[in-house]
């Protein structure tokens, strides 16, 4: 899962950013000195805790998944609905986001998001009924929508030119974090319930402490950023300038020109618009080329199945005959893979370029991907007696892990880092906006959909997920424009 913005209306300090960038880039403040340096790492990571959590939640489902069909004795088709609704939430979050970060600001935003966190964590621990679960999920999407756009945008805010790029890696850095934690979590307490998600710990079932267990680590959120400033472009827009300036010697240090810098935020918040959905049509399909660009990268990014790999693992692999404490450590296994190939790519984006990483990436995945699915066709048996030869199974998991590291290096973050460059000033929160809703659209329908693709032919619906990679490809090579080392305002 990974962060983001789906805003159709991106208030005023969105659509400004780029252009505020620029501004700054021009001015070349000086960088920050060690101690204001390690003050900006600090309120950037509290920032990134929202990164953490929409990791936590977004993948914690996966162990939880076979604990809730035992218990609420539902099929796939229901266990389905209630994994992917928290997508409809995240799109709803993400849409409301920007509109209460301008009316109450970015820190009381970043502290409803941890409330919102633990509540949809204590609720999901104890759901009378397989829908109310459903309800609670919602809760938690919404909260994952809100920090998937407040946390990168507050970074960006807070952070000196010098070091904005590697600061808001931090972001995607979490994410990937989170999503290990969940993992581990899940492993921990299957394993102290005697390896059955529905046995009892401290009279409450396996399953039920790993969605409840979420409620820590957004407690931890919200205690973070009670100790965070206010972002100064937030303050400088409701007219608290002194506050601004304070913020602004804190994370840029004592060398810099307070009043320059307040007047250079000021006048880019009263030159800046927002963007109408009318600015994106052209062409012969109704929108623009390069917001099709963007939406196709979006798509692909989802349909080469990655996030069947972070929700459904564990059903994944126990639908061919490994047991659900085995396929909790594999989970876990992927999720460190996860981790290694997003630090590489963080290593790398910058470096060797945008599209060779992505070109890589797919040729990889596609790979990978086409040996998982080769595998797979030689499950015997369905549901719960489905089995794997040994040797296959062996086969299938290293393309498992192989799939997570090529996706990680390349797709997993080229994308995020494209959709932020590709488009023209004049378009670019919009456009992002479209692109991102697309993306998660696209996550809701592989999410929705898996259950029942695994239950009619496994193997096929690897082959449809290897088809996306291999296509993907072409897309790259001949849709998509090397950004590395252009200015934003090249972009057109």
């Known amino acids: 899962m990974e962060w983001h913005g789906l805003l159709f209306t991106r208030p005023s300090w969105w659509a400004a950013g780029s252009r505020e960038l620029a501004l700054s880039t021009s001015t070349q403040p000086q960088p920050a000195d060690q101690a204001h340096l390690g003050h900006v790492v600090f309120i950037s990571a509290a920032a990134a805790m929202g990164g953490f959590l929409f990791g936590y939640d977004s993948a914690v489902i996966n162990g939880a998944v076979t604990g809730i069909q035992k218990h609420f004795g539902v099929g796939n088709g229901e ?4 994994v992917a609704i928290a997508l409809l939430g995240s799109a709803a979050g993400a849409v409301v986001a920007g509109r209460l970060a301008d009316q109450f600001g970015r820190v009381r935003t970043m502290l409803l998001a941890s409330v919102l966190f633990a509540i949809s964590g204590v609720g999901s621990m104890f ?34 030119t ?15 974090l989170g999503i290990t934690v969940s993992q581990l979590a899940n492993y921990a307490l299957n394993q102290a319930a005697g390896g059955d998600s529905t046995n009892h710990l401290g009279g409450v079932q396996a399953w039920q402490w790993m969605l409840g267990v979420e409620t820590i680590p957004a407690l931890v959120y919200g205690g973070m950023a009670l100790a965070i400033p206010e972002s100064p472009r937030f303050l400088i827009a409701n007219r608290k300038d002194d506050q601004a300036r304070k913020v602004l010697r804190e994370v840029e240090g004592e060398g810099v020109d307070l009043d320059a810098r307040v007047a250079e935020i000021r006048a880019v918040l009263n030159t800046s618009h927002r ?27 989802q349909f080469v199945g990655i996030n069947v790999i972070f929700y459904y693992s564990s059903f ?14 594999i989970s876990l296994s992927t999720s460190i893979v996860n981790v290694v190939g997003t630090v590489v790519a963080i290593a790398l984006v910058d470096r060797i370029g945008r599209k060779p990483l992505a070109l ?8 990978a991907l086409g040996t998982a699915a080769w595998a797979f066709s030689f499950r015997q048996g369905t549901g719960d007696t489905a089995t ?7 086969v299938a998991l290293v393309a498992a892990h192989v799939f997570v590291f090529c996706f990680a290096f390349s797709w997993g973050v080229v994308v995020w ?5 590709m488009f023209p000033n004049k378009i670019r929160a919009l456009a992002l906006s479209v692109a991102a809703s697309a993306q998660w659209i696209a996550n809701w329908a592989i999410t929705v959909s898996f259950p029942d693709l695994a239950d009619w032919n496994l193997s096929a619906t690897y082959v449809i997920y290897a088809v996306s990679a291999l296509l993907s490809i072409p897309f790259v090579a001949f849709c998509i424009k090397e950004t590395k080392g252009k200015a934003l305002e090249e972009m057109g």
């Open 316 to 329: 994944l692999w126990q639908s061919v005959g490994i047991n659900e404490s085995n396929s909790l450590l």
């Open 360 to 367: 890589a990436g797919s040729a990889g995945m596609a790979l």
């Open 275 to 301: 963007p109408r959905l009318k600015e994106l049509l052209g062409g012969r399909f109704g929108l623009l080329p390069i917001v099709w660009v963007g939406i196709g990268a979006s798509v692909f990014q």
């Open 79 to 82: 266990t389905a609905f209630v």
């Open 127 to 160: 759901p009378p009924s397989i829908q109310v679960l459903a309800v609670w999920r919602v809760v938690g999407g919404v909260a994952i929508g809100i920090a998937s756009v407040i946390a990168p945008t507050y970074i960006a805010e807070v952070a000196p």
């Open 162 to 176: 010098a070091y904005r790029g590697r600061l808001a890696s931090f972001q995607q850095l979490a994410i990937v």
């Open 417 to 421: 880092v494209l959709l932020g460059e």
């Open 388 to 394: 794997l030869d040994d040797t296959y199974a062996t």
